[in-house]
């Protein structure tokens, strides 16, 4: 159900970026303020990323590890999915050149911190309520994801608009794409509900490096030199880790992966320091 939401949330935003490309080419003519908006700029942005994380975890032995009829080796694998979502503040620092009289181009630079994390509990395959048998079974415990900080490139193609001048002088609609350096941090706990030495507990905790790609589109408002925009962007991005070998009963090879969605809006100021000719 969550997945069937995210391709919803993917549709509308195909169509939200269509209707500014609609929007945009609505009374093609030059315009005498496009240039005004033309050079070095920076700005800061505020936003909420809905995102689905799927965390996926599995167990492998090699031949000859386990007793028959595991002697050939096994595998058994599941999943877990959670959404919830990240607060992010941004910084940015671009330069915009005018392709033509309405058409314009802009490359920016932006670094984010992130807050929040997505949390869940991952069932696994035993409960407590039989002798373990290794690879049989896979231990539950809770698990989390977050996202730390980034950086990351972006690039802009805009289009002013002769008309709705209520929206100002730095009015423009624009899709935008980029990717990120993104530093990111999972916690994974497990326990098999055993007693004394039969217990297995503990957390892992990893930091990784992902790079996230986006595509969006936004509605840019307000003055020339002071301008506030809309956002709507898709993205998505991956991290991993394992353990062990699967050589031996206690050195399973257990790979954990990471795969998060995002639908983000964010709201946005821009201020433009060096104006056109």
Same mark, same amino acid.
């Not at 936003?47 to 167990?59: F, I, N, P, R």
């Given at each position: 159900?969550?997945?069937?939401?995210?391709?919803?949330?993917?549709?509308?935003?195909?169509?939200?970026?269509?209707?500014?490309?609609?929007? =945009?080419?609505? %009374?093609?003519? @030059?315009?005498?303020? *496009?240039?005004?908006? +033309? /050079?070095?700029?920076?700005?800061?942005?505020? &936003?909420?990323?809905?995102?689905?994380?799927?965390?996926?975890?599995?167990?492998?032995?090699?031949?000859?590890?386990?007793?028959?009829?595991?002697?050939?080796?096994?595998?058994?694998?599941?999943?877990?999915?959670?959404?919830?979502?990240?607060?992010?503040?941004?910084?940015?620092?671009?330069?915009?050149?005018?392709?033509?009289?309405?058409?314009?181009?802009?490359?920016?630079?932006?670094?984010?911190?992130?807050?929040?994390?997505?949390?869940?509990?991952?069932?696994?395959?035993?409960?407590?309520?039989?002798?373990?048998?290794?690879?049989?079974?896979?231990?539950?415990?809770?698990?989390?994801?977050?996202?730390?900080?980034?950086?990351?490139?972006? =690039?802009?193609? %805009?289009?002013? @608009?002769?008309?709705? *001048?209520?929206?100002? +002088? /730095?009015?423009?609609?624009?899709?935008?794409? &980029?990717?990120?350096?993104?530093?990111?941090?999972?916690?994974?706990?497990?326990?098999?509900?055993?007693?004394?030495?039969?217990?297995?507990?503990?957390?892992?905790?990893?930091?990784?490096?992902?790079?996230?790609?986006?595509?969006?589109?936004?509605?840019?408002?307000?003055?020339?030199?002071?301008?506030?925009?809309?956002?709507?962007?898709?993205?998505?991005?991956?991290?991993?880790?394992?353990?062990?070998?699967?050589?031996?009963?206690?050195?399973?090879?257990?790979?954990?992966?990471?795969?998060?969605?995002?639908?983000?809006?964010?709201?946005?100021?821009?201020?433009?320091?060096?104006?056109?000719?």
């Amino acid at each position: 159900m969550i997945s069937s939401c995210f391709d919803v949330m993917r549709s509308r935003l195909h169509h939200l970026l269509f209707f500014f490309l609609l929007a =945009a080419s609505w %009374g093609f003519a @030059p315009g005498a303020w *496009a240039n005004d908006t +033309e /050079g070095w700029f920076a700005g800061v942005r505020f &936003g909420h990323e809905l995102a689905e994380a799927t965390y996926t975890k599995s167990v492998h032995y090699n031949a000859g590890v386990l007793p028959p009829p595991l002697d050939d080796g096994s595998v058994i694998a599941d999943e877990d999915s959670a959404n919830d979502g990240f607060n992010a503040f941004s910084a940015n620092l671009g330069y915009r050149a005018f392709l033509s009289d309405q058409v314009y181009l802009s490359g920016e630079v932006e670094g984010t911190v992130y807050s929040n994390a997505i949390q869940g509990f991952f069932e696994g395959t035993y409960t407590g309520h039989e002798e373990p048998i290794p690879s049989q079974h896979i231990f539950p415990g809770a698990w989390e994801v977050s996202k730390n900080h980034s950086l990351g490139f972006n =690039a802009r193609l %805009g289009y002013v @608009p002769r008309g709705f *001048a209520f929206l100002g +002088e /730095g009015r423009s609609v624009y899709l935008i794409s &980029g990717v990120k350096w993104l530093d990111a941090t999972s916690e994974v706990a497990i326990d098999n509900f055993g007693v004394g030495a039969q217990a297995i507990r503990g957390v892992t905790r990893k930091r990784r490096d992902a790079t996230p790609w986006l595509i969006g589109g936004g509605l840019e408002f307000g003055s020339s030199k002071n301008r506030f925009d809309v956002r709507i962007q898709y993205s998505s991005w991956s991290i991993d880790y394992a353990s062990g070998d699967g050589a031996t009963e206690q050195t399973a090879y257990v790979p954990n992966t990471f795969d998060v969605d995002e639908v983000g809006i964010s709201v946005g100021y821009t201020r433009s320091f060096s104006l056109g000719m």
